[in-house]
Antibody
Framework: QVQLQESGPGLVKPSETLSLTCTVS????????WSWIRQSPGKGLEWIGYIYHSGRTHYNPSLKSRVTISVDTSKRQFSLKLSSVTAADTAVFYCARLGGDFYDSVTYDPTHFDSWGQGALVTVSS | SYELTQPPSVSVSPGQTARITCSGDALPKQSAYWYQQKPGQAPILVMS???ERPSGIPDRFSGSSSGATVTLTISGVQAEDEADYYCQSSDTSGSFYVFGSGTKVTVL
């Protein structure tokens, strides 16, 4: 069963760039979509964006100007960068795998989040 | 932007039935998924494609769909079911993922 683990600094200064990495174990990264989701304190879940194993990305329009997601399949990792952070970006950040129905052995329609990391709290403060 | 609407809270006595609704304009076209989240933990998938229960999820969890509303039902609620529940779907293009605001289920 695939497992995901977030890592990165827990404290970031305002106006700087938040960086997190997700390490994938127990399964292949190939042919899957990998995503970042955040949850502000006491609030709900917000999808940030996804990356396909090939490097193709798609971002939430509300964050698109500040988000970059990258992948390194040789290291079994994908990463999130969120620039120009403010206190409003303080959140628990989750990495997750997008699941769905496979049309064939390599192609599927990503519809939901079937595996999650435990989450990483990132606080934006000076 | 696309939104999914859930009630903020549902309270139920042990052994009774809890029903959590989720409404959204695209739900007649797009499937809904439900996640359970307990304090300090990551969400886990408890219902897939409106009505399909993932492996390992107790059969007291069931899902239904009617038009623009989907419902997660917990029959014979147990204390361990106390948690936040989020519905999730996508917009009509299928490329924007959205979560409902969450429903806190309290077992009295």
């Amino acid at each position: 069963q695939v497992q995901l683990q977030e890592s990165g600094p827990g404290l970031v200064k305002p106006s700087e760039t938040l960086s997190l990495t997700c390490t994938v174990s127990g399964g292949s990264m190939r042919n899957y979509y990998w995503s970042w989701i955040r949850q502000s304190p006491g609030k709900g879940l917000e999808w940030i964006g996804y990356i396909y194993h090939s490097g193709r990305t798609h971002y939430n329009p509300s964050l698109k100007s500040r988000v970059t997601i990258s992948v390194d399949t040789s290291k079994r990792q994908f990463s999130l960068k969120l620039s120009s952070v403010t206190a409003a970006d303080t959140a628990v950040f989750y990495c997750a795998r997008l699941g769905g129905d496979f049309y064939d052995s390599v192609t599927y329609d990503p519809t939901h989040f079937d595996s999650w990391g435990q989450g990483a709290l990132v606080t934006v403060s000076s | 932007s696309y939104e999914l609407t859930q009630p903020p809270s549902v309270s139920v006595s042990p052994g009774q039935t809890a029903r959590i609704t989720c409404s959204g304009d695209a739900l007649p076209k797009q499937s809904a998924y439900w996640y359970q989240q307990k304090p300090g933990q990551a969400p886990i998938l408890v219902m897939s494609r409106d009505t399909e229960r993932p492996s390992g999820i107790p059969d007291r969890f069931s899902g239904s769909s009617s038009g623009a509303t989907v419902t997660l039902t917990i029959s014979g609620v147990q204390a361990e079911d106390e948690a936040d529940y989020y519905c999730q779907s996508s917009d009509t293009s299928g490329s924007f993922y959205v979560f409902g605001s969450g429903t806190k289920v309290t077992v009295l």
